[in-house]
């Protein structure tokens, strides 16, 4: 009899775990609370449009990059649309001054310098550190905790060249970068970021991604990229059981064994895997019986990816010619909730997804980062007017804002609708309603948090709140790598199919 296997989420990280247990002979189950496969990767559909919430880009779309080949055990690659973008976005103040971000290192550099010469010194550092971190590709296949000696070294032998650099750019925030520009438009087109206070090392990761034309985005958007893997994890003979929330880990012996839902129905199971939000697995389904002090201190003092206020619009007009990512500031400070304000934006124009609207029609969004999830949360539960008269009014700021930044918005605008906080709370779990768990940081590292917990057998973590730094790479491999480990654990030797 094969081993059962209980997954609790069917986000990326689950699903990429069904599917790797499932081609290991493992009998997997996943339990998820949402009605659809993806977690935080994923659209959703109003009159004809279809919002997305998620890929920007995933890493590893490029055959040439180590990324492409996991990919392609879990999804044909070779039969997506890649988008590959000339420009990640294009900055556009009042005064008409314009920054273009190229993807091509060149291009950028001829285009920063040209525009920001009196930057020149601060620029260069950057332009070599995305030249050096193009070369660099995710170093193995194999998951980190089933390494030997001989193959740490290998490991340690590949980010060596990488070490210096990495170091200084992951201790600098995007706004001390910021902050060393002299430049007006090119300072502010940086601080146009959700997350202000996060490393920069992030920026040079992204232009190093872009640069070696590993980020593409797939044509048809998040949930349809989320629901190719759930095809396959059930094609491998997987079985996904939508709107179960679980709310307990059974536990015997300090041993899992199984998994109770919020109906109160409970499930067996040889080895449980948390695919779900950190946090509620340690603190809520195992009670925080299992914590120590560690986990209490990284709970309280790792910085968490905020959460944010999305506005998306179905608009009647084609935006053909209009920067497919634009960054600019706002006359007037917009303000998100007590403690949120912003006077820059941007807006993201999927005039190169006509999947995404009816024809001749477009469907954007733009997003505000807040850490102030809480206040969404009880507005939502406790003053419903309120909560909805909030949202009328960012949505009724943002469309004069794009309109006045692009015009055609405010006359043709179909459809209107609003993310909070309390929204990514109700559809995903994360904790505090953050989009992409743990903020890499000097204090955190890059390494990634234990996906087994000391006195609990037969169970593991996997996922953004285990990956630092997140994102849909980090969620696949998490969930192949929890496979190698269980494989080693039981003596298997750990194989794959692929495309
Ligand atoms: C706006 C936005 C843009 C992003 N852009 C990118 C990008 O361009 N590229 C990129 O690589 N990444 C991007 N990310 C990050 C990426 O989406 C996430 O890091 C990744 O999808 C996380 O996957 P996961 O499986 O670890 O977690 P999740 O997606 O959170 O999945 C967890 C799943 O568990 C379920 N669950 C939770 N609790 C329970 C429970 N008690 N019982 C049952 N089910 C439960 C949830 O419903 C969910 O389906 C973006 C995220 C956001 C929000």
Partial sequence: MPKKVIIIGAGIA?????????????????????????????????????????????????????????????????????????YHSVYSDSDGKTITFYNDIEKLKKELLEKAPEDKVTLN????????????????????????????????????????RYKKWINLSINEFAGFLRNDALRKSFSVHPV?????????????????KSAGY????????????????????????????????????????????????????????????????????????????KTDKIYKSFETFPSYVQVSLGVNHDFSGIPHMLKFPLGKKLKLDEETEYDNMFVRIFNFDRTMAPPG??????????????????????????????????AGEVIEAIDKKIGNVKANVEEIDVSTPATVIRYTNNWKGSYEGWIPSGQTGIMGLKKTIKGLENF???????????????????????????????KRKFSTTHY
Avoid at 236 to 246: A, C, E, H, S
Wanted: glycine letters at 8%; a positive charge.
């Fill in 125 to 164: 550092g950057f332009l070599k550190a995305v030249k050096k971190f193009s070369k660099f590709s995710a170093p193995s296949d194999k998951a980190p905790e089933t390494s030997g000696f001989w193959d740490g070294i290998k490991m340690f032998s590949k980010i060596l060249p990488y070490i210096s």
């Fill in 361 to 394: 029609k477009t469907s954007m969004y733009t997003l505000f980062a807040t850490r102030n999830s809480s206040y969404w949360e009880y507005l939502r539960k406790n003053d419903k007017v309120r909560y909805q008269s909030e949202k009328d009014r960012i």
């Fill in 218 to 293: 797939p044509l048809g958007g998040s949930l349809k990229f989320s629901q190719l893997i759930e095809k396959k994890y059930l094609e491998l003979g997987g079985r996904i059981n939508y709107r179960q929330k679980v709310t307990k880990i059974n536990v015997k012996n300090k041993t899992a064994c199984g998994i109770q839902t919020e109906s109160g129905d409970e499930h067996k199971a040889d080895i449980v895997i948390s695919a779900a939000d950190g946090h509620y697995t340690i603190y809520k389904m195992l009670e925080g019986n299992f914590k120590d002090k």
């Fill in 460 to 490: 593991y973590m996997i996922g953004q709140w285990i990956e630092v730094g997140g994102g849909v790479p980090s969620a696949l491999m998490s969930g192949r790598n929890v496979t190698q480990i269980i494989c080693k654990k039981d």
């Fill in 196 to 212: 202000e206070d996060m490393s920069a090392f992030f920026i040079v990761m992204m232009h190093a991604w872009m640069n070696k």
């Fill in 14 to 86: 689950g699903l990429s775990a069904g599917c790797y247990l499932q081609m290991n002979g493992y009998d997997t189950e996943i339990f998820e609370m949402h009605s659809l496969p993806g977690g935080l990767c994923t659209s959703w559909s109003r009159s004809g449009y279809t919002f997305d919430g998620c890929l920007h880009w995933v890493v590893g779309s490029t055959p040439s990059d180590n990324l492409f080949n996991l990919w392609n055990e879990l999804i044909d690659m070779k039969k997506i649309e890649w988008v590959e973008f000339d």
